[in-house]
């Protein structure tokens, strides 16, 4: 329903062309939604809020949204104390946001979110009010690839994955922990998030040794053992080419798998009914990565929730990006909607077998509160920026002749633990053992994570970079900050020099600052 403002005296509150089409009505004569061209003064009948310049979205390059769970969160406890607090009991309460349509989208979203939520409206319904009347469409949300976006992720996908997202129990808010959500998600505490409670946890890949380069956090395995031990994680899948031993997770306790996979790039069949095996196979978690935890992650883990709880592509896309923003890149989105109708038949034929709705039920939601923990503060000790490990060789970022054949092997097996590291042959050849180049877009999303952080920890009232009428893009000097180190994070793993000396042969820095700024301009 749209509805105009009205004055006691039935004049309208605000100048009609402040207003962008009519005002969404989500509870009749209480809360609204609306777009305006300036800031509005609140009234004796009206109370005016807008979470534009408070919950923004940290973009990787022109992707400028769905907002996270916890801004989400955030959203739904604000407007709860709204709609409760008694000296507003009388007062019309309007949500507005700008005539951004970055920002617009998001606000949207939001208030969508949260009639689904606690209004108890089914995603149409939530959705009807924002495109009634003369409401201009909602810009689509894209992929955080920093070439043109192939795929539309509309607001209305977004809306239908949170959905059946509350609806199997991925989430409740009633107990949801913000603090440890926020707190993992960071670069420096591990970047981690979980996006199928008790199943699927996805994270940034470790590196050999935990240290900081160039102002990047990077982790070794020992550095998540415990919160994977208290999280009953039992299953670590790689999907990058090998910058740790694997060995350093299976005396652990925990199995090991490989499923190599280009960067940027898509699974075969094989691939992807070997994840998903394992996956049903597991006694508890399975915590995935890449490099950077978000494309080739993302898209597996895609499959599974599409074949097990019937999510679409974009409906899971939607939500994967809720959960872990900039998941699923580039043309893993439509290799997702080409795969849809085979991974529910593969559905279908699992629950037939299983004589049963198949995979059991989620008993406790994404990040639940629970009253006697206490955060485990994962930290790297930037004083102590290595771990020694013993019987390792200085730098095992590079594979010897043995752990490459290795890899096409088969089964290693612990006796220790009595748990195998499968290292799975999926009919790639040892070339793709290398991947396309010293600098791969793990590494760029990667180098951007780690930016804010620096901008964060350096610059108290530094703001968030998001694309938009009223706000700005990436500077260059921003935009060659974050390449470059992506260009020389990657180089140091590969060759173990400095940037200064193996730059000029590998990468030309006139080209790249070129090519990353030309991108960046929206």
């Known amino acids: 329903m749209t509805s105009n403002f009205l004055s006691s005296n039935g004049t309208m509150n605000n100048d009609d062309q402040d ?58 406890i604000r407007l709860n104390k709204k709609l409760k607090s008694a000296s507003l009991a009388r007062k019309k309460i309007v949500h507005y946001t700008s005539i951004d349509q970055r920002k617009r989208a998001n606000a949207a979203y939001l208030i969508a979110s949260y009639a689904i939520i606690y209004l108890k409206r089914t995603p149409e319904e939530a959705y009807k009010p924002l495109v009634g009347g003369s409401n201009p469409p909602f810009l689509p949300f894209r992929d955080a690839s920093f070439s043109g976006s192939t795929y539309n992720l509309t607001l209305l996908d977004c809306l239908n994955g949170l959905y059946k997202a509350l609806l199997n129990g991925f989430f409740n808010f009633e107990n949801f922990d913000v603090d440890e959500y926020e707190h993992y998600e960071k670069v420096e505490n591990g970047d981690l998030n979980w996006v199928l409670p008790g199943k ?75 994840f998903i095996e394992l996956s049903e196979n597991s006694s508890g978690a399975v915590a995935v990565h890449c490099k950077a935890g978000l494309g080739r992650t993302g898209t597996l883990i895609a499959c599974y929730i599409m074949k097990h709880f019937k999510f679409t592509a974009a409906e899971t896309i939607g939500w994967l990006r809720i959960c872990r923003p900039g998941s699923v890149i580039g043309p893993q989105q439509n290799f997702l909607e080409e795969k849809q109708s085979w991974l ?80 799975v042959n999926l009919t790639r050849p040892k070339s793709f053992n290398i991947e396309e180049g010293p600098i791969t877009q793990g590494d760029r999303l990667n180098a951007i994570k780690a930016n804010r952080r620096h901008q964060t920890k350096n610059s108290p009232n530094a703001t968030n970079v998001t694309f938009g009428l009223s706000s700005q893009a990436y500077s260059a000097s921003e935009t060659r900050r974050a390449t470059l180190m992506a260009a020389q994070h990657a180089l140091n793993s590969a060759t173990g020099s400095n940037l200064s000396n193996s730059l000029n042969k590998s990468v030309s820095t006139k080209n790249l600052n070129k090519k990353y700024t030309s991108r960046c301009i929206f």
């Open 200 to 274: 699927f946890l996805a994270f940034c890949g470790p590196h050999a040794k935990s240290k900081i380069e160039n102002g990047y956090p990077l982790h070794a395995p020992e550095a998540y053992i415990s919160y994977f031990r208290k999280h009953n994680v039992k299953c670590i899948v790689r999907l990058n080419k090998k910058l740790y031993d694997a060995r350093r997770f299976v005396d652990a306790g925990f199995q090991h798998y490989d499923l190599f996979f280009i960067d940027g790039s898509t699974p075969n069949d094989q691939i992807v009914k070997k």
């Open 19 to 76: 207003l962008i089409g009519s005002a969404s009505e989500f509870i009749k004569d209480r809360l609204y939604f609306a777009s305006l061209r300036s800031k509005p003064r609140s009234t004796i009948n009206t109370h005016y809020f807008t979470i534009d310049d408070e919950l923004v979205y940290e973009n990787f390059y022109a992707d400028f949204g769905p907002l996270n769970l916890a801004m989400l969160y955030r959203y739904c």
């Open 344 to 423: 529910w038949s593969q559905g279908d034929a699992y629950r037939a077998k299983h004589k049963s709705a198949g995979i059991q039920p989620i008993n406790s939601p994404i990040m639940a509160l629970n009253p006697n923990k206490k955060v485990n503060k994962f930290k790297l000790d930037e004083n102590r920026n290595e771990l020694t490990i013993e019987n390792e060789t200085e730098d095992d970022t590079e594979e010897s002749t043995e752990e490459k054949e290795e890899a096409f092997d088969g089964t290693r097996e612990n006796s220790d633990f009595n748990i195998t590291s499968t290292l």
